[in-house]
């Protein structure tokens, strides 16, 4: 019987033992994982930081563009003003090119239509396929008269 107790009480300190090292690594785990949160939490805010100062000096800098090309602005911080204008003179673009695109087919279409006879004439039988270029040659007649042939 006491070899018994002396087992249930080796028992118990063991337990107890591994209970403590299983808490205290708990507690290390847990120390390690809100240190990697804090780190990547200062990371992101020095990656924010650094975002924000490109963008300032961009903005700088499209500003000065600006102002060199002579585009008056008042108000620069502006994000609504700043999207709208945009838009708009994205959108006088391409008003712009459709009506350049448009105006150069139009021309190029009745310079070819108004030279279509005087092509056709100076192209002669050039540009005819092979049958119509032999049709020509033997003025219509094909083999008959050619050769003396009679199909019927």
């Known amino acids: 019987m006491a070899k018994l107790r002396e087992r249930l009480a080796k028992a118990k300190k ?11 690594q708990h ?13 990547s939490a200062r990371s992101q805010i020095v990656h924010l930081t650094e975002e924000l100062d490109r963008q300032k000096v961009s903005r700088r800098s499209r500003a000065w563009i600006w102002a060199a090309l002579g585009v008056v ?11 709208a204008e945009v838009e708009a003179r994205y959108r006088r673009e391409q008003q712009l090119m459709l009506v350049a695109w448009h105006d150069l087919s139009m021309r ?8 279509a006879p005087a092509n056709a004439a100076r192209a002669g039988a050039g540009n005819a396929s092979w049958l119509s270029q032999q049709r020509a040659k033997t003025k219509g007649a094909g ?7 009679s199909l019927l």
């Not at 063991?14 to 205290?24: M, N, P, R, S, Y």
């Not at 507690?27 to 780190?39: C, I, K, M, R, V």
């Not at 083999?143 to 042939?149: E, M, N, Q, T, W």
């Open 14 to 24: 063991f337990i107890q033992e591994q209970d403590e090292l299983f808490k205290k």
């Open 108 to 115: 190029l279409m009745r310079e070819g239509v108004a030279s």
């Open 73 to 83: 602005r008042a108000d620069w911080d502006d994000p609504q003003t700043n999207t």
């Open 27 to 39: 507690q290390e785990e847990h120390h390690s994982s809100l240190e990697e949160a804090e780190q």
């Open 143 to 149: 083999l008959v008269s050619r050769f003396g042939v």
